[in-house]
């Protein structure tokens, strides 16, 4: 039964399953910190500073992150076939 799993690639791994939470965890809040820099009148100045370029590099990288780091939360916990 080892060599089975082991011929599909990865098996359960706790190590990847707290990567990918963490992973979904920081892009959780970068996005976040985006919504609230851009919603926030006080906190104009530094989305002007920032740019378009500069918050929407920031958003995608945000959710990048939060979706890769479910793919491999749901990859590390699924159960093999």
Known sequence: MADE?????RRRSP???VLGMAAALIGLAMVSA???VSH???LER??????LGGT??????G???ILGGLA???????RPR
């Open 15 to 17: 190590r990847r399953a």
């Open 34 to 36: 985006m919504l609230a």
């Open 72 to 78: 491999l939360l749901w990859s590390a916990l699924r």
């Open 40 to 42: 926030a009148p006080e």
């Open 5 to 9: 799993e082991s011929k599909f690639g």
């Open 56 to 61: 929407a590099l920031i958003a995608a990288i």
């Open 63 to 65: 959710q990048v992150l």
């Open 46 to 51: 530094l989305l002007f500073q920032l740019g």
